[in-house]
């Protein structure tokens, strides 16, 4: 009887023992929510906002979160494809992709989001309609021009997606391609068994953070109209002033403060999700080769 | 085993490999990409203008009561959406309704047969109408608007009888919604008489923008189109109060491309003549302006 409980016990405290960071990591993140859970709570106890309100507007945001992810799920795939293609084109060998690939960058990288998704916008409705020919047959120009804002947006984080995929390839060493060429490696494969390994592990850090701002850069497409968590938000806003209810500041408090919420869980789980990946896919021994 | 007399191989065999396999996996990805957007291109260059089955109108919302984003049914309501879907009812087909976050780029989409109507309270009369009137056509006025001032209820703006005109509003910071007849309003009237500039006008691309700043008190007064100004007011409990009224008489028209090529003017008019006359007309006020 006392040796599987034993075993077990054993099991537990080394499963304990190799997870140790993990808890306390959770720990604290968990205390900082209950707190930060308890002071907003605290003051809809004492009617700074209405805690009926706080629950009453949670679908609508649902739904919102729900674009916003959707969002996500298009921008980030075609974010990092752009990404990859040109930063991969930004170490060709050749002056006229370099060049492409360094023109598509600098362009989208210099311009603000916000900016960049109203001109592509406005540049797709002023094109069906000033153009015969696509205005008879697109009925809907803006479902285009909001589709067109949201590739926009995918083509921005791909600007500094490239960038990174660059550091990443330029991050190996040039003895490790010459050594692969030495033992009769092609160029391809070098590229596939020695540099885009090592690239992606290096690059994973700082694709986590670019993926995590994307998720907050979609709220940019509610200036277009789509109905994401911030264009949401701001109806409901407008809406407390049209509702028998009535509106005040604290009312608009709420809704913010659950907008961020909603925003923080989305951004924490990916950013939480790639640390994970970062850890098991590390380049081992990587830290002492540096020294 | 046949070595081939050990002679060097020949030189496909050094240059397989993954090598080889990106290049073919290039070529097939980009045969797929061609063939694709060949089927998409091909499907507008051969196929006939599709039937028309939906009619699309374009709006810009919160302008409560005539038209707003309901976020509990998940569906745009108000006076201009009632009446556009009698519209569709009378046309026989499906109303989808596109939420412009800039009035202005409404203005000149559907001017232009991006939308095939616009409702969204366009004034069709006065200077702005007529100027409009160059640009887009319009149905017959169904609603007769003026002007309002909104304040916040702590402040002491007020007009004689209730009837603002530039000399109570001058020299004072207002907010107005871009592209509407607020702000032409305002231009035409205030900012020409206004030698020492010392009117300051804070211009919004949406209502909800202009309550949550006047809310905040960015600016001190509001002017809008009167309907929605009641309705701000009425719901606000008690944060804003009406100042006044401008007195403007302005017409209100459902707004289409310019010289109506898919003339729809003839079913909207006959649809407003038809609810003026059997009293749906009269509900539909009720029900949205209150007995």
């Known amino acids: 009887m006392a040796e599987p409980t034993a075993a077990?016990?054993?099991?537990?405290?080394?499963?304990?023992?190799?997870?140790?960071?993990?808890?306390?990591?959770?720990?604290?993140?968990?205390?900082?929510?209950?707190?930060?859970?308890?002071?907003?709570?605290?003051?809809?106890?004492?009617?700074?906002?209405?805690?009926?309100?706080?629950?009453?507007?949670?679908?609508?945001?649902?739904?919102?979160?729900?674009?916003?992810?959707?969002?996500?799920?298009?921008?980030?795939?075609?974010?990092?494809?752009?990404?990859?293609?040109?930063?991969?084109?930004?170490?060709?060998?050749?002056?006229?992709?370099?060049?492409v690939c360094t023109t598509y960058v600098e362009f989208f990288r210099g311009m603000p989001p916000v900016v960049l998704v109203w001109f592509a916008f406005i540049i797709i409705i002023l094109l069906i309609t000033n153009v015969e020919f696509l205005n008879v047959r697109i009925q809907d120009p803006f479902a285009f021009a909001t589709f067109m804002s949201v590739l926009a947006l995918a083509a921005h984080s791909?600007?500094?997606?490239?960038?990174?995929?660059?550091?990443?390839?330029?991050?190996?060493?040039?003895?490790?391609?010459?050594?692969?060429?030495?033992?009769?490696?092609?160029?391809?494969?070098?590229?596939?068994?020695?540099?885009?390994?090592?690239?992606?592990?290096?690059?994973?850090?700082?694709?986590?953070?670019?993926?995590?701002?994307?998720?907050?850069?979609?709220?940019?497409?509610?200036?277009?109209?789509?109905?994401?968590?911030?264009?949401?938000g701001q109806n409901i806003v407008s809406r407390l002033f049209t509702s028998p209810t009535g509106g005040s500041l604290s009312s608009i408090f709420v809704v913010w403060v659950e907008i961020a919420v909603l925003y923080f869980v989305m951004t924490y789980s990916v950013s939480r999700l790639l640390q994970w990946l970062e850890q098991r896919y590390r380049v081992p021994g990587l830290e002492a080769a540096q020294l | 085993?046949?070595?081939?007399?050990?002679?060097?191989?020949?030189?496909?065999?050094?240059?397989?490999?993954?090598?080889?396999?990106?290049?073919?996996?290039?070529?097939?990805?980009?045969?797929?990409?061609?063939?694709?957007?060949?089927?998409?291109?091909?499907?507008?260059?051969?196929?006939?203008?599709?039937?028309?089955?939906?009619?699309?109108?374009?709006?810009?919302?919160?302008?409560?009561?005539?038209?707003?984003?309901?976020?509990?049914?998940?569906?745009?309501?108000?006076?201009?959406?009632?009446?556009?879907?009698?519209?569709?009812?009378?046309?026989?087909?499906?109303?989808?309704?596109?939420?412009?976050?800039?009035?202005?780029?409404?203005?000149?989409?559907v001017g232009r047969g991006g939308v095939d109507m616009a409702v969204s309270a366009i004034t069709m009369s006065g200077p702005i109408g007529a100027t409009r009137n160059g640009s887009m056509s319009f149905s017959n006025p169904y609603y007769n608007a003026n002007q309002a001032v909104i304040v916040?209820?702590?402040?002491?703006?007020?007009?004689?009888?209730?009837?603002?005109?530039?000399?109570?509003?001058?020299?004072?910071?207002?907010?107005?919604?871009?592209?509407?007849?607020?702000?032409?309003?305002?231009?035409?009237?205030?900012?020409?008489?206004?030698p020492n500039n010392a009117t300051d006008i804070h211009r919004y691309a949406s209502v909800s923008n202009e309550i949550d700043a006047l809310r905040t008190g960015v600016y001190q007064l509001m002017i809008i189109d009167a309907g929605p100004a009641a309705s701000i007011v009425a719901s606000s409990a008690g944060a804003f109060k009406l100042a006044g009224t401008i007195i403007t008489n302005e017409l209100y028209g459902f707004a289409v491309a310019h010289g109506d090529p898919k003339g729809l003017l003839p079913t909207i008019n006959s649809v407003f003549a038809q609810i003026k006359s059997d009293g749906t007309y009269d509900q539909l006020i009720t029900k949205w302006f209150g007995p």
């Open chain 2, 1 to 109: 085993m046949a070595q081939g007399g050990g002679a060097a191989p020949p030189p496909e065999a050094t240059r397989g490999g993954a090598g080889r396999s990106i290049g073919v996996a290039i070529v097939v990805v980009v045969a797929i990409v061609t063939f694709v957007a060949g089927l998409g291109l091909g499907y507008f260059v051969f196929n006939p203008p599709p039937v028309k089955a939906v009619l699309v109108v374009g709006t810009n919302v919160p302008f409560p009561p005539f038209e707003s984003y309901n976020d509990t049914t998940g569906k745009y309501e108000g006076f201009d959406i009632d009446l556009a879907q009698l519209v569709a009812n009378a046309l026989g087909e499906q109303m989808q309704v596109r939420n412009f976050q800039d009035f202005g780029v409404l203005l000149t989409t």
């Open chain 1, 158 to 232: 791909g600007s500094y997606q490239a960038e990174i995929v660059r550091a990443g390839i330029m991050s190996v060493p040039a003895g490790q391609r010459e050594a692969a060429e030495a033992i009769g490696m092609t160029r391809g494969a070098t590229m596939v068994r020695i540099t885009l390994p090592q690239m992606l592990r290096v690059s994973l850090p700082a694709l986590g953070n670019e993926f995590a701002s994307v998720i907050k850069d979609t709220s940019i497409l509610s200036v277009v109209g789509v109905m994401d968590l911030t264009f949401r």
């Open chain 2, 152 to 194: 916040l209820s702590s402040s002491t703006f007020t007009c004689p009888n209730s009837i603002c005109t530039t000399t109570q509003v001058g020299n004072k910071t207002i907010g107005v919604q871009s592209a509407t007849t607020s702000e032409g309003w305002v231009d035409t009237y205030v900012t020409p008489f206004d």
């Open chain 1, 8 to 99: 077990a016990s054993d099991r537990a405290r080394a499963f304990l023992k190799a997870h140790r960071k993990s808890f306390r990591n959770a720990g604290i993140g968990g205390i900082a929510a209950a707190v930060v859970f308890l002071i907003v709570y605290y003051l809809g106890l004492e009617g700074v906002y209405d805690l009926s309100l706080a629950a009453r507007i949670l679908p609508a945001l649902f739904q919102g979160a729900e674009t916003t992810l959707g969002l996500v799920a298009v921008v980030i795939p075609v974010g990092f494809a752009l990404g990859f293609l040109f930063g991969f084109g930004r170490t060709s060998h050749s002056w006229f992709v370099r060049s």
